[in-house]
């Protein structure tokens, strides 16, 4: 029985692990939402990058690209690299596959999905949407008052990882989903905001 696996985030650019088949689909009442730390990737424990969560919500989708795997050394293989790549992201659930021309009727059943919650103590590093006190963490990078939405743009802006820059991230989902034929307008409006930011913007 083959396994699917569907990407959101970065996986939909570089899946980093063989499989036979892809599909363009979409999950139901999730959405795509920049709340998960990353301090191994795209930032580093001092200072996290954000990177791309599902957040549930009734009567959402998420567009993404879905991966088949056949083979059972493949699926293992694969398991075990997702298993270090994906290790910030705390639970793994199984949802429906829809696409364009079965919008209704699962195209696959139960493709596996992993997920960053909000639970703190099994995800240390979910951020949400930046409230005040997750700002007061950044307090000695600070030079000036910002608002949430500032410091959110703020954050990807200058966060960097072993995986390279968090604006660089926000850029390549952007791009990959406009390959496939997605505009995400979280994903959009996020890409326009950083693109205009500069460090005079920085400099208050």
Known sequence: MAMWVFGYGSLVWNPGFAHDASLVGFVRDY??????????????????????TLDYQPGATCWGVAYKISKEQDKKTALEYLEVREKQYDEKIYLDLYTDSSPKTPAVKDVMVYLATTNKESNENYLGPAPLEEMAKYHSYLTCSVDIMQFNLWQIYQAEGPAGPNKEYVFKLEDALNKIGVVDEHVQDLANAVRKYSDHTLSC
């Open 31 to 52: 959405r795509r939402v920049f709340y998960q730390g990353s301090t191994d990737h795209r930032g580093t424990p001092d200072f996290p990058g954000r990177t791309v």
